[in-house]
């Protein structure tokens, strides 16, 4: 069967790749466009690990076909610092030891910034709503509410309670 074009916005910059039909956005990422960030956990749409921002809204992008991305803004891991800093949800992660085994990481960073850009000062039940659809193996999901509620206060540049 013949490729179909995509074009879409990835981390802000312009992006086309060719795609087999039913391939989804997830193998699209990394194979055509060469991102390696969206990372493949279960593949069934249940762990979270291939969370992407599509124009500004968490998806799994094992379960989002990659033709319906056409036009799209995707953001990934990948975009979300882009320069030589981390991004404040990154650098909360690392501080706060929210990442251990990584495998959760890159899903919980993209939820997190997705519920950050819409509510800037969430609470706690907030936080944990935002990452639900997100498994975590090792951390028992303190320390990740805690980076988040801290990366809030450091975007908002209040001080850390």
């Not at 882009?82 to 650098?91: F, N, S």
């Not at 609470?123 to 975590?136: F, K, M, T």
């Amino acid at each position: 069967m013949p490729k179909t074009p995509v074009t879409f916005t990835l981390n802000g910059a312009e992006t086309g790749i060719f795609v087999d039909p039913g391939q989804n956005l997830l193998e699209a990422l990394r194979r055509e466009a060469g991102d390696l960030s969206p990372k493949f956990g279960c593949g069934q749409g249940t762990c979270g690990a291939c969370t992407v921002l599509i124009d500004g809204a968490p998806h799994l992008s094992c379960l989002v076909l990659a033709q319906a991305a056409e036009g799209a803004a995707i953001s990934t891991n990948g975009g979300l610092a882009p320069g030589a800093d981390l991004h404040p949800l990154q650098a909360a992660f690392a501080e706060g030891f929210a990442a251990q085994c990584g495998f959760c990481t890159g899903g919980m960073l993209m939820a997190a910034k997705a519920l950050l850009d819409h509510n800037p000062r969430p609470s706690r039940e907030e936080v944990i709503e935002a990452i639900s659809g997100n498994l975590c193996r090792c951390t028992g999901y303190d320390p990740i509410i805690d980076a988040i509620l801290d990366a809030a206060n450091r975007i908002q540049g209040r001080a850390i309670a």
